[in-house]
C-alpha cells in the first residue's frame, strides 16, 4: 500500500515493521528492509525513524554475530533517541546494547548500558522495559559467572512479565532463568523453566524463542547431566518439528548442535562428516565468527581420529577467523582447543 501511495513515511514505517517480524522469525531476512528503511529515514531527515531502523539493524546483526556492526547500530540509534527526548527508546536500544557487549567480552560497559536502559525505563514509567533491564541485568551477571547474583533480577523479571501478561518476554526470562538455575546446580528447575519457555516460544510462533530454549535445554539441561542420547532424541524431535512448519533457519541452528553430541558420544568419524556438510550453512546463517568454533570442534575431531596435520589445519584457521572477527570467547576457544 505505501508503494501504490508512493509515501516514503509509510514505506519507512512498513520496513521497519518488516525487519520486527523477520527478526522474530527468520532473522536473517532482516537486514534488507532495515537498511532501505535507514536510507529513506536518511532522505527524510527523520532522525527518529532512522533510530528506529538502526535499532533493528543492530539487532539483525547481533543475531548474525557480527558484534562491530550491531554495536555501531544500536549506539548511533540510542543517540538519536536521547537527542529527541524519547528515553523509553533509547532504553530499548541499550537493552540490545548490553548484550552485543556482554559477547565482545567487555561486561563493565555491559552493566554500565543496563543500569542507564533500567533507570531510563523507570523515568518513562515503562513496566514493560523495566522488566527487560532487570533480565539484562541477569544476563551480564551471567556472563559475568556471578550466577547467584544474576537470579533474583531474573526473577523480579519474569513476576513483572507475568503481571503484564506480556509472553513473548515471559519466555524470555524463563529461558535465563533455565540457564542460570543449570549454572546453580539445580537441575529439574533448568528443565521446567526451559521447557515452560519452548512451550511459549512455540505457541507464540517465535522461531528464536524455540531455537534459544531448544539450545539451552541441550547444554544447560542434558550436556551438564550426561544425556547424550537423549540429548539427539530431544534435538531430532524438535528438528522433525521445524521441517513441518518450513523452518529452514531454525532447522539449521539446530543441526549445528548434532555433531558436538556425536562428539561426546565418541562417535568421532560421523560428528566430522556432519559438521564438514553443515559449514556452509553455518557461515551463511551465522556469518564468520561462529563458525570459527566449529572449524575448532573439526580440529578437535581430527586429533582423535590421529590426523594432528589436518587437526591443525583447521585449528589455525579457526583462530584466524576469530581473531578477526573480534569475538573473545571465541578465540579462547580456538586456543583451548589448540591446547586439547
Known amino acids: 500500500l505505501a508503494e501504490r501511495l508512493n509515501d516514503d513515511v509509510r514505506r519507512c514505517d512498513a520496513l521497519i515493521a518488516l525487519a520486527d517480524l523477520y527478526l522474530e522469525t527468520e532473522s536473517f531476512r532482516a537486514r534488507e528492509p532495515a537498511q532501505r528503511a535507514v536510507a529513506i529515514a536518511l532522505a527524510l531527515g527523520d ?30 540509534a540510542a543517540a538519536r533517541f536521547r537527542k529527541a527526548g524519547l528515553v523509553g527508546e533509547a532504553a530499548v536500544c541499550l537493552h540490545f546494547l548490553s548484550l552485543t557487549l556482554g559477547e565482545q567480552g567487555e561486561h563493565a560497559a555491559a552493566l554500565e548500558a543496563a543500569e542507564d536502559a533500567l533507570a531510563l525505563s523507570r523515568t518513562a514509567g515503562d513496566r514493560r522495559q523495566e522488566a527487560i533491564s532487570l533480565r539484562r541485568l541477569a544476563i551480564v551477571y551471567l556472563n559475568r559467572f556471578e550466577h547467584a547474583r544474576a537470579l533474583p533480577f531474573a ?50 510462533g517465535s522461531s528464536m524463542g524455540i531455537r534459544h530454549a531448544a539450545i539451552n535445554l541441550l547444554w544447560s539441561y542434558y550436556r551438564w547431566q550426561g544425556e547424550y542420547e537423549a540429548a539427539l532424541i530431544f534435538l531430532d524431535e524438535q528438528l522433525t518439528r521445524a521441517h513441518l512448519v518450513n523452518d ?7 543441526h549445528s548442535q548434532k555433531p ?38 573439526m580440529g578437535r575431531m581430527q586429533a582423535e ?25 571465541e578465540v579462547a576457544f580456538s586456543l583451548a582447543s589448540q591446547v586439547y
Open 260 to 297: 558436538f553430541f556425536l562428539g561426546l558420544l565418541g562417535q568421532y568419524t560421523a560428528a566430522l562428516a556432519l559438521v564438514q556438510a553443515l559449514l556452509p550453512t553455518l557461515e551463511r546463517l551465522m556469518g564468520q565468527a561462529i563458525p570459527s568454533r566449529y572449524l575448532s570442534f
Open 47 to 76: 532522525p527518529v525513524r532512522e533510530g528506529h531502523a538502526l535499532r533493528r539493524l543492530g539487532q539483525e546483526a547481533r543475531y548474525r554475530y557480527d558484534y562491530h556492526q550491531s554495536r555501531s547500530a544500536l549506539e548511533a
Open 155 to 204: 526473577e523480579e523479571a519474569l513476576a513483572l512479565h507475568r503481571g503484564l501478561g506480556d509472553r513473548s518476554e515471559e519466555y524470555r526470562a524463563l529461558n535465563v532463568l533455565g540457564v542460570i538455575t543449570g549454572w546453580l546446580g539445580r537441575p529439574e528447575e533448568t528443565k521446567a523453566y526451559l521447557l515452560q519457555s519452548l512451550e511459549l516460544a512455540d505457541s507464540t
Open 305 to 329: 581420529l590421529g590426523d594432528h596435520d589436518q587437526a591443525r589445519q583447521y585449528l589455525a584457521d579457526a583462530l584466524a577467523r576469530a581473531e578477526q572477527a573480534g569475538t573473545p570467547t
Open 248 to 254: 529452514e533457519v531454525l532447522a539449521g541452528h539446530l
